[in-house]
Structures are given as C-alpha cells and as structure tokens.
C-alpha cells in the first residue's frame, strides 16, 4: 500500500539521500519501488534493520546492471538476503557469507558482467568482512564512505574502468588485509596512506608501467594498467604473476624483487 511504502521510505532516508529516491532514473528510486511493490517477501515496515539491508543489496543491484549478470545470485527474490547467491563453475557468487546477527559480511560478484558505479549505500553494511567486485566494466569513483568499512578484510576491484583518486578514507580500514585495485586505468594517487595498516598482507595498484598514476611504496605487487601486466615486487609465499616490468618503478627500485637476477 501506498501508506506501507511512505513508511519504508522513511526507514531508507536513513542511506540514500531525497534526491537518490525521487530520481525515478536511480538504482535507489527502482530499488524502493521493488521494494514497496514487488518484493514478494514483504516485509512488515517495522522491520527496519532487515529492510534497510535488503534496500542496500537491491541498490547495489539495480547499480551494477543486475538484469545483464551472468548468473544472476537470486538477487531479489523472495529469500532472505542471506540467501541471494548463485553457483558458477562450483565458485559461490553473490551474498556469501552473513554473520550470526544475519548481516551480509561478504559479497562476490566477480567476472559477472558487472557494470555500472559503485552505490555509496555500501558504506552501510557495515558487518562486511570481503567485498570484491573483480573483472566488470565499473566506472565512477571508489565511494569515499567505503572507508567507514571498519570490519572489511579483503577489497578486490582488479580489471574495472574505475576512475579519480583513491580515497584516503580507505586508511581508517584497520582490519583490512587484502586490498587489490589494479588494472583501473584511470585510477590515481599516493597510496603510502596504506602503508601504516598494520594487519595489510598484500597490496596491489597500478603502480607500474610508464603510464605511472598511482605511486606505493609498500604495495607487494605493481601493474601497468594499460598492458595489463603485473610484477610481484616483493617475496611472497605465492607468487602466480608471471610477467614483470624490465624496470620497476622508482619508489620499489630498492625493493627485494624475486624476479631480479
């Protein structure tokens, strides 16, 4: 009813902004609409927690171009959000893990026909513990409000067309252990601001090449964007990247680099 979806706009005012909703051309106008009228679980509107996350992931979808995915994760149907993923190859996709609260702590949609931006909802679920949106055609910019992330382990956007500078905000992920961006050519900026994490197991940018956007010191492994070649640049257990820069750049020059004579 139209009184219901009054109410569930006011409990998803709380994450998008007035202008998103009344946009009847936005992921999260489609998205509450879904809600309001098509959701075929529907939810009572006092159940704010669980319909604010299932906004967030029907934001995400209508924003990542949802209805062209390859596998489709059940995303929006009638299930709990919890249970919106789908099988590929016998690799989970989609919601892959909720805590014990039933929050998503881990979305994976990779190699999917993603495209379209990143919803600045995101920065909403906040019992994330992996994000990664490998291997589409998303643009835009990295939302600054990823860094709000606090629990995130692992954030992997390798092989997108994202663009602008890196957040700094991404340096208050202090849990964070995995961070790969490369291959985003119009990615910039200094990521030294990672450097400090004290719990960062493996970093990669686009820190290589000619075309030089990004500058770390720390990162274990650097690619050129434009060649789509990457170097481990520092020892690693594992080292599955096979090809490396004749030169690396200045800021790993002194580096220990495993593939050096």
């Not at 998008?16 to 809600?35: F, G």
């Not at 998303?138 to 957040?167: A, M, Q, W, Y």
């Not at 994490?197 to 493996?202: A, D, F, H």
């Not at 520092?234 to 200045?250: N, Q, R």
Request: hydrophobic share 35%.
């Amino acid at each position: 009813s139209e009184s219901r979806c009054e109410e569930i706009r006011k409990v998803v005012s709380s994450v998008s902004t007035s202008e998103s909703l009344d946009d009847t051309s936005s992921p999260q106008n489609r998205a509450l609409e879904w809600l309001c009228f098509h959701d075929e679980s529907k939810l009572p509107s006092n159940e704010q927690q669980e319909i604010t996350q299932r906004y967030i992931l029907a934001v995400l979808y209508y924003s990542l171009g949802g209805s062209d995915w390859t596998v489709d994760c059940d995303f929006l149907s009638a299930l709990h959000v919890c249970d919106w993923f789908g099988i590929d190859k016998n690799y989970f996709m989609g919601v892959t893990d909720c805590n014990e609260d039933l929050k998503v702590s881990a979305i994976m949609i990779y190699w999917n026909n993603v495209h379209g931006t990143i919803p600045d909802e995101v920065q909403f679920l906040t019992s994330l513990v992996h994000l990664n949106l490998v291997g589409g055609s998303l643009h835009g910019t990295i939302p600054d409000g990823i860094g709000n992330l606090v629990n995130l382990k692992h954030l992997h956007l390798i092989e997108n067309r994202l663009s602008g500078t890196i957040p700094e905000s991404l340096s208050k992920l202090i849990n964070l252990e995995y961070i790969s961006l490369s291959i985003n050519e119009n990615l910039t900026g200094n990521l030294d601001f990672l450097c400090p994490l004290e719990n960062m197991i493996n970093m990669s940018a686009d820190c290589g090449g000619a075309d030089l956007k990004v500058t770390c010191s720390c990162c274990d492994s650097c690619c050129a964007a434009t060649e789509h070649e990457c170097c481990v640049v520092k020892s690693l257990p594992w080292a599955d990247i096979g090809y490396c820069f004749p030169t690396l750049p200045p800021a790993l020059q002194d580096v220990d680099n495993p593939f050096s004579d």
